[in-house]
Antibody, heavy 117, light 106 residues
């Protein structure tokens, strides 16, 4: 079965750092496009970052320079390193595979990041 | 970036009724549009891609239509498990963007 599972969320103070992990099964991350999408509580979905099969990475303007997406092909995992966290980064963070056409499937269950003092 | 506007914000319906959800793009996305369902506490799951193609395992009471800037998701014969939030997403341009969602409630 093709699935992803996120871990690593938690409560962090503004200015702090956190690394989210996404474990993939049923497919190989380095042959696919892997994204992070976030959702503030009670709000809509916002694309955050993508790492393409070739290794290129892209970020939403709201996180550029603060977040870094990476992958470990030996572990079949994707990561999101989040630095200089802000209160407005509080959200559920979902790992999702972007299909080669451009929609997202599958999605993980999400991990909650709360940035608060 | 392309802005997607969904309407209405909330639909209050009963099981057995039909739901019509709208998604309008700020510029043409051709047919590169997907629809997702999200139930409380769960991750989104794709229902429709290519504006009108049902994803694997999605019942035929879900149908999508439209192209260019105007799209519709229709749910006929609402089942209790169909209640939740629905989002459209365009993948004609990067960054991928989502609509703000329509909540279908009882």
């Amino acid at each position: 079965e093709v699935q992803v599972l996120e871990t690593g969320g938690g409560l962090i103070q503004p200015g702090g750092s956190l690394r989210l992990s996404c474990a993939a099964s049923g497919f190989t991350v380095n042959l696919n496009y892997m994204s992070w999408v976030r959702q503030a509580p009670g709000k809509g979905l916002e694309w955050v970052s993508i790492i393409y099969s070739g290794g290129s990475t892209y970020y939403a303007d709201s996180v550029k320079g603060r977040f870094t997406i990476s992958r470990d092909t030996s572990k079949n995992m994707v990561y999101l390193q989040m630095n200089s966290l802000r209160v407005e980064d509080t959200a559920f963070y979902y790992c999702a595979r972007e299909t080669f056409e451009g929609w997202f499937d599958p999605w993980g269950q999400g991990t909650l990041v709360t940035v608060s003092s | 970036e392309i802005v997607l506007t969904q309407s209405p914000g909330t639909l209050s319906l009963s099981p057995g009724e039909s739901a019509t959800l709208s998604c309008r793009a700020s510029q043409s996305v051709s047919n590169y549009l997907a629809w997702y369902q999200q139930k409380p506490g769960q991750a989104p799951r794709v229902l429709i891609y290519g504006a009108s193609r049902r994803a694997t395992g999605i019942p035929d009471r879900f149908s999508g239509s439209g192209s260019g800037t105007d799209f519709t998701l229709t749910i006929t014969r609402l089942e209790p498990e169909d209640f939740g939030a629905y989002y459209c997403q365009q993948y004609n341009n990067s960054p991928r963007t989502f609509g703000q969602g329509t909540k279908v409630e009882i």
